[in-house]
């Protein structure tokens, strides 16, 4: 069965500083993507990035990066200098390929100025 | 700009009331979702459709059903509302990856 599990309920970090959200994943399937997206105060989910379980290569966009294991199962996000607009709750999730995503619990990031 | 909409961005209902939550997009996407959120609960599916006329239970279907009549609409009705089914609800579309709607903020007295 699938399975994503996000340890961090709720994070808060000073303005500037680093920030990783963690995310763990359970899957049988070889094929299967993975997920994050940002829902800010307004309520509307943002699609950040997606990845397929054939390409672990980190990405970077900006001032986030995703670091995506298969060896620990994890797919990581990592906000370097963070910003108060950086508030928000980030969801990690996983599709085995038949399009239905499965998401974890969400870990609310508070940005203090 | 492609948008899925929801109908209503808030919705009081009355316990016992037939509810209809409406989702159009406008993507030509074959693949619908509805979801709902709680607090410390996060995204739950309740049904899903990847064609017209065609859906499927999801993870949390029970005291729902939906409709699928036009590739673009996808309604979730909650045939007698309880207090219960109180939450905010997500629809989506899209494979791969899904656009979102604003979500429905549905409280049931």
């Known amino acids: 069965a699938q399975k994503v599990t996000q340890a961090q309920t709720e994070i808060s970090v000073v303005e500037k500083e680093d920030v990783t959200l963690d995310c763990v994943y359970e899957?049988?399937?070889?094929?299967?993507?993975l997920f994050w997206y940002k829902q800010p105060p307004s309520g509307e989910l943002v699609f950040l990035i997606r990845r397929n379980s054939f390409d672990e290569q980190n990405e970077i966009s900006g001032r986030y990066s995703w670091n995506f294991q298969k060896s620990t199962s994890s797919f990581n996000f990592t906000i370097t200098a963070s910003q108060v607009v950086d508030s928000a709750v980030y969801f990690c999730a996983l599709s085995e390929g038949d399009d239905k995503i499965i998401f974890g619990k969400g870990t609310r990031l508070h940005i203090l100025p | 700009d492609v948008k899925v909409t929801q109908s209503s961005r808030y919705l009081v209902k009355r316990t016992g009331e037939k509810v209809f939550l409406e989702c159009v997009q406008d993507m030509d996407h074959e693949n619908m979702f509805w979801y709902r959120q709680d607090p410390g609960l996060g995204l739950r599916l309740i049904y899903f459709?990847?064609?017209?006329?065609?859906?499927e239970k999801g993870d949390i279907p029970e005291g729902y059903s939906v409709s699928r009549e036009k590739k673009e609409r996808f309604s979730l009705i909650l045939e007698s509302a309880s207090t219960n089914q109180t939450s905010m609800y997500l629809c989506?579309?899209?494979?791969?990856?899904?656009?979102f709607g604003s979500g429905t903020r549905l409280t049931v007295v």
């Open positions: 989506a579309s899209g494979a791969r990856g899904y656009t």
């Open positions: 899957t049988r399937d070889t094929t299967y993507y």
């Open positions: 459709s990847y064609d017209v006329k065609m859906k």
